[in-house]
């Protein structure tokens, strides 16, 4: 068994006993929703465009642990777009001629299992781990995505949320905790995300 497959274990038992934990307290404090949003991202090492954006959208829980503390896991499917230049191809020997930036997407499943503290009435900040699993990636232009990225990655999220009554506004930060460049003999490439979005709550039990 690998580091990787160890780590993604380990996380899979956090997330279980963090369900179970918030299911025994939260009693009638629990809530399932919806959200979108969109994605800015950068990579450090590879030269791309830091204002490129991308999608987000997904399912949200909330269980109450108390008045103003909670614990919200979330399903989220998550693109990071990135235009490099030079490319990708160039960056790992390739010997590409392109002169035209590429476009690379790379689709998450993430879950991120965010500690919740409401500040005031309407205002909360959310801090936690992240895990997401690479479903696909895609590049733009001639030729299929080069296999230089690692099919998952940890990270740590943290952010504010304004609650608008069945509606929220938010913002966070992603920080990539792990090497996503699968390339051994390469540099270190971690990703760092802005992500602005609005949730809907569905149901509240």
Same mark, same amino acid.
Do not use: C
């Given at each position: ?109 993430? *879950?991120?299992? $965010?500690? /919740?503290?409401?500040?005031? +009435?309407?205002?909360?900040? #959310?801090? %936690?781990?992240?895990? =997401? ?46 090497? *996503?460049?699968? $390339?051994? /003999?390469?540099?270190?490439? +971690?990703?760092?995300?802005? #992500?602005? %979005?609005?949730?809907? =709550?569905?149901?509240?039990?």
């Amino acid at each position: 068994m690998n580091k990787k497959e160890i780590l993604m274990k380990k996380y899979i038992v956090i997330i279980a006993a963090v369900f179970i934990a918030a299911n025994v307290q939260a009693q009638d404090k629990f809530s399932i929703g919806i959200k979108v949003g969109q994605n800015y991202s950068s990579v450090n090492n590879v030269a791309v465009d830091h204002n490129t954006a991308s999608y987000h959208a997904g399912v949200t829980t909330h269980f109450g642990i108390s008045e103003k503390i909670g614990i919200s896991p979330e399903i989220i499917l998550s693109q990071t777009k990135l235009e490099t230049t030079p490319t990708l191809t160039t960056i790992i020997g390739g010997g590409s001629t392109l002169t035209q930036p590429e476009t690379y997407h790379l689709n998450y499943l993430s *879950i991120p299992v $965010l500690l /919740d503290a409401k500040l005031m +009435k309407k205002l909360s900040i #959310q801090a %936690g781990p992240q895990y =997401s699993i690479l479903l696909d990636q895609k590049k733009d232009g001639i030729g299929n995505a080069t296999m230089a990225f690692n099919n998952g990655e940890f990270a740590f999220v943290g952010g504010a949320k304004l609650d608008l009554g069945g509606f929220s506004l938010y913002g966070r930060y992603v920080v990539g905790l792990q090497n *996503i460049n699968e $390339l051994q /003999d390469q540099t270190k490439w +971690k990703t760092t995300q802005w #992500q602005l %979005g609005i949730g809907m =709550s569905l149901f509240n039990f």
